[in-house]
């Protein structure tokens, strides 16, 4: 039997009514990935223990035992923790690294159930846009492998997006799940900060990070984002609030709804594809109900450099303690001893580390450094907080926000890599929700000329995911490009 274009709920009643067992449906996976995932490069590795877990799901399964996943197959992004898999955040720092615990989110996927394929490959410590700063190499987009899948989350979206996994867990820093999931055609879902536990995450920016689920439709993305979602005591961040039955509640009927345009958005330079199909969905809305209405985030011109010297200087902060002495990577000092201690340091840091996280160090260690603090660091967390007023009045006007999630489709391997800045503006339609900490989600709306998918960001205000749920529902019914997987899978 063919797994590789069902979706999550249609998996789970295919386990439920015995019709397969779940180590017939890990093996379809495993196998897929051995032969299919060579050239792709979106897994870092599989688990030894895949098997076991469906085995010891199925035996569940025949004693009538319930799970939200039970025997479902799921693949997690190498930055989160897992007991005794390795854990490496695509990085030469950490290779090797097998943590004794496992983090929240993965905890909480497996209490429910879930068999963990393996972990999927990513931008280096989650640092790029377009999982070309990986230790372990590029990840390809299915849909064209001479183009990039997009990052920090390459791996999770491409993974399924070819039909190596039903499901997967990326995180998204400043769109780092919403980003590859539109250059790659899946659903990506970032949630409100503080609806998921970052404990047990490998840390980037932790006023930023947060993990969510890539999958192929937003029921799916509704049903992880439940299962994920909650109170932690690991995490002092996460919030008390009750977690709703998102899934079970969507209504894709917008009567009543008011979906805001972004003026600043539309203002940008859009490619003709992606303008096309924000064009589509502005008019897919309005059929299932929505007044469309325009609002105005004047600041969110501001967004990139905002959230760069924000990024950065958290990086700089968590990034501290890999010096070799208490964690991560230590050079070769037998062959030749250190001259110093700041010969030590700098050996096992400079090695351990690629470019681009050598990077965002230093921009973020000089934006926090004496002299500088009040200039960057300080003056960019007064405008993060005008930026949040700005959206809070923004919700006043409307429900959700519907906008483009980059300015271009996925764009060619190598074309961006040599220039920093060409790249780091790739993320001026995300990083805002990671500001202001609201959830955003990107939905498959249609291809490009090329043939390569082009998503659109929905954004609500905190705490309010059902509406995007929803909105993300409708524009799925009536885009409905989910005809089948790329060439080749």
Not at 139 to 164: C, I, Q, R, T
Request: proline share 4%; charged share 25%; glycine share 10%.
């Amino acid at each position: 039997m063919e797994f590789k274009n069902k979706s999550v709920f249609e998996l789970k009643e295919l386990l439920e009514k015995k019709t397969v067992t779940s180590v017939e449906m890990t093996k379809y996976f495993l196998d897929r990935i051995e032969s299919l995932d060579q050239d792709l490069n979106a897994y870092i590795q599989v688990s030894d223990k895949a098997l076991d877990e469906a085995k010891k799901a199925d035996d569940k399964i025949q004693a009538g035992e319930k799970g939200r996943l039970l025997g479902v197959p799921v693949g997690i992004k190498d930055l989160l923790c897992t007991r005794g898999i390795q854990t490496t955040a695509a990085s030469k720092m950490l290779e090797g690294f097998v943590p004794p615990y496992s983090a929240t989110v993965v905890e909480k996927l497996q209490s429910e159930g879930a068999v963990v394929l393996g972990k999927l490959n990513l931008d280096e410590f989650a640092m790029g846009s377009s999982n070309e700063n990986s230790y372990f190499g590029a990840v390809k987009n299915p849909w064209n492998k001479e183009y990039v899948s997009g990052g920090s989350s390459g791996g999770s979206a491409a993974a399924v997006a070819a039909g190596l996994a039903p499901v997967t867990i990326g995180t998204d820093t400043g769109g780092s799940i919403r980003q590859p999931a539109s250059f790659c055609g899946v659903v990506g879902m970032k949630p409100t900060y503080g609806r998921v536990s970052r404990y047990g995450i490998v840390a980037f920016a932790s006023s930023l990070d947060q993990a969510g689920p890539l999958s192929r439709t937003v029921k799916d993305a509704a049903l992880i984002s439940e299962v994920i979602s909650g109170f932690d005591e690991n995490d002092s961040t996460t919030s008390e609030r009750s977690v709703p039955q998102w899934s079970a509640s969507i209504n894709e009927s917008l009567k009543g709804k008011k979906v805001g345009l972004v003026k600043e958005y539309f203002e940008s330079k859009l490619h003709e594809s992606v303008q096309e199909q924000m064009d589509r969905a502005i008019e897919f809305v309005k059929e299932a109900g929505a007044e469309v209405v325009e609002v105005s985030l004047s600041l969110s011109r501001l967004a990139i450099p905002v959230y760069y010297m924000v990024a950065t200087s958290e990086a700089s902060s968590n990034l501290a303690r890999y010096d070799g002495v208490r964690y991560g990577y230590r050079s070769n000092f037998d062959e030749k001893p250190a001259s110093s201690l700041d010969d030590f340091y700098e050996r096992n840091r400079g090695e351990g580390f690629g470019s681009e996280v050598k990077r965002r160090i230093m921009l973020g260690t000089y934006a926090l450094s004496s002299g500088y603090y009040d200039a960057y660091y300080k003056k960019a967390g007064q405008i993060r907080r005008l930026l949040a007023e700005q959206f809070q009045k923004a919700f006043e006007k409307c429900d959700v926000l519907m906008g483009p999630v980059t300015a271009t489709p996925a764009f060619k391997l190598g074309d961006r890599i040599s220039d920093p800045l060409e790249m780091y503006l790739n993320d001026i339609f995300t990083t805002s929700a990671n500001l202001v900490g609201i959830p955003g989600m990107s939905v498959p709306m249609g291809f490009s000329k090329e043939g390569l998918p082009v998503g659109v960001q929905l954004m609500s205000s905190s705490f309010s995911e059902q509406v995007l749920f929803d909105v993300g529902s409708a524009l799925e019914q009536r885009a409905d490009i989910w005809k089948g997987l790329p060439n080749g899978y």
